[in-house]
């Protein structure tokens, strides 16, 4: 069971992701100390591994850093639900090994500490707390390869053996 970080807004950008006064190491557990403390300085105090975030439209955009991606991974959470992804950082997700959601009403029909359970191939968010099932389209078969083996570099290597 994972719970539910909701921010009902759009455009949530990768300087609020993790800001860049911050971005002198890519050591993720370092990073993870500064995860979303633009956007809500208390989150780091309220995460927990394996938690999730839900958000609006166009999550990720401005600038196509990695770091994003490894502060959110660092902080522990398991995934990021959002209406849409800024494509550099969607993509940027899948080269890291990291699996987004990408959900046209969650961010409505999921409210901020939800207990949520996340069916990754058949495709089903189902909120414990208000009873909803939420379905999305599961992620494509090469997408899941890399994931499953960790990120791309490390995709490469086992395809290139």
């Known amino acids: ?10 455009h949530i950008n990768t300087d609020e992701i993790i800001p860049a006064r911050y971005l002198n190491t890519d050591d993720e557990k370092e990073l993870a100390k500064h995860c979303m403390e633009d956007l809500d300085a208390g989150f780091m105090k309220k995460v927990s591994k394996g938690d999730v975030i ?12 990695e770091h994003a991606v490894w502060s959110l991974r660092g902080a522990g959470v398991q995934t990021i639900i959002a209406r849409t992804f800024a494509r550099i950082f969607y993509r940027n997700a899948i080269n890291c090994g990291f699996y987004t959601i990408e959900s046209k009403d969650a961010v409505e029909r999921i409210n901020d500490g939800d207990e949520v359970q996340i069916d990754y191939q058949a495709g089903i968010i189902e909120d414990k707390t208000n009873g909803q099932r939420i379905e999305f389209r599961p992620l494509p078969e090469f997408a899941l390869e890399i994931i499953r083996d960790g990120g791309l570099l490390e995709h490469i290597k086992k395809v290139k053996g």
């Not at 069971?1 to 759009?10: C, E, T």
């Not at 839900?54 to 850093?65: A, K, L, N, Q, Y």
């Open 1 to 10: 069971m994972s719970k539910a970080h909701v921010y009902k807004r759009d």
């Open 54 to 65: 839900v958000s609006g439209e166009d999550f990720g955009c401005g600038s196509s850093r």
